[in-house]
């Protein structure tokens, strides 16, 4: 069956459709992930999105259901220039295609991704229709692909009730996780490194704005507790549970929608309680701390950007999926400063909280899919959580 993938400055392009078959409006953006392709679709980051995958042929591994970041795929649709209908893996629960259509997620295959991603890169992100009627009339469809907004979909994908994880006891699968470590594989550390768990007893508060549940499982491995809240609990309640950290998740859409979850944040700032918030949370605490947020031509989504510590120099490889940024021009040097900067463009990728145990990325150090070289940052956030309870 055919299918077209309409944008609002008026670009058709004409592909097979793939997937649930459904008529969808969405913000159309890129990955340029070479692997990973089922945990794109399940990270919380896409709702109010469909993506589209640059490399060229997705699905030849099937899907591996133990490999979600979420239970449910989140993007609105999926793109790609070739979709494998055999995919071959040991470990493969089923195909690209019918996870699609069982979770209801339509998309469009057999087009030039090459030349939709150079058009999103020149004119910046869009809205786009996917839909298999071929009596569409622009003149209609553009207004309402002009009127499309994602809107605040951080309730849309927040759990809806607390939940705890518990820490590993096993040393079997733990080592003393720091930056130096190797790992086997992209979720288990290597049974020689194992010595000791360097979060044992650690309670952390982990607040769902859409989060992976690699960065529980990260907190996890390294021995911490960690009691997930859904995005819009009340500070009162968390810091009412005691816990030695806080972290904030990743998550999708603009960070300016969520007034109610900034104010949250600025009382959980003031609170002393040391605090690792990741992408969407590193945006909402400089939000709740007077800075400002924009957004980005067309962002950042892969698993090869390259970011500095401005503290040591170092340059590390890391996954990112973003579409906003901070204002670095609107910060208070008194509140933060910046702790790291993306190689490629400048942009800011982390603050560091002046007189406060907080620190902020915008990049994913739990990865999946990426590389792993800022896992080490697991590790700052809880000995400062060591180093806050011995004080």
């Known amino acids: 069956m055919k299918a077209f993938l309409i944008l609002e400055d008026g670009t ?80 493969k629960d089923e195909s690209i295609q019918d996870f699609l259509l069982k979770y209801n997620v339509p998309g469009i295959a057999g087009i030039d991704t090459r030349a939709l991603t150079k058009l999103l890169r020149e004119k910046g992100t869009m809205n786009g229709m996917i839909t298999t009627n071929e009596n569409y009339d622009l003149n209609v469809v553009i207004p309402k692909l002009k009127a499309y907004a994602t809107g605040n979909v951080v309730m849309k994908v927040t759990c809806k009730e607390k939940y705890l994880v518990k820490g590993s006891k096993s040393l079997a699968e733990n080592g ?66 005691q816990p030695d950290g806080i972290m904030l998740s990743n998550g999708p859409g603009d960070p300016k929608e969520c007034e109610g979850i900034i104010a949250e944040i600025k009382k959980l700032y003031d609170s002393d309680i040391p605090i690792f918030a990741i992408c ?65 463009d400048g942009t800011n990728e982390g603050l560091a909280y002046v007189g406060k145990n907080i620190f902020t990325v915008q990049f994913h150090p739990e990865a999946c899919p990426g590389p792993q070289d800022s896992g080490y940052l697991f590790d700052r956030f809880i000995s400062m959580m060591e180093v806050t309870k011995n004080a």
């Open 176 to 241: 003393p996780i720091s930056g130096s470590a190797i790992y086997n594989g992209e979720k288990e550390l290597k049974p020689s490194l194992v010595k000791e768990l360097n979060g044992l007893g650690k309670k952390v508060a982990l607040i769902d704005l859409g989060e992976k549940e690699n960065i529980a499982q990260s907190l996890r491995k390294r021995g911490c507790d960690v009691m997930v809240y859904p995005a819009d609990t009340k500070a009162e309640e968390i810091i009412a549970d």
């Open 12 to 91: 058709v392009f004409t592909g097979s459709h793939i997937g649930a078959d459904k008529e969808i409006i969405s913000e159309i953006v890129f990955n340029t992930s070479m692997a990973g392709y089922l945990e794109v679709l399940t990270d919380p980051s896409y709702a109010g999105q469909a993506v589209c995958m640059t490399y060229p042929l997705i699905g030849n591994y099937g899907v591996c259901t133990e490999d979600m970041e979420s239970k449910q795929p989140w993007p609105d649709g999926f793109i790609v220039r070739e979709l494998s209908r055999m995919p071959s893996n040991f470990r």
């Open 280 to 344: 969407l949370g590193h945006q909402l605490m400089a939000l709740a701390t007077g800075a400002n947020t924009y957004k980005m031509k067309y962002g950042h989504r892969g698993g090869n950007h390259p970011v500095k510590d401005l503290n040591t120099g170092r340059v590390y490889i890391s996954s990112q999926n973003h579409g906003y940024v901070v204002d670095v021009n609107e910060l208070d040097p008194k509140v933060a400063v910046p702790a790291f900067v993306n190689v490629n």
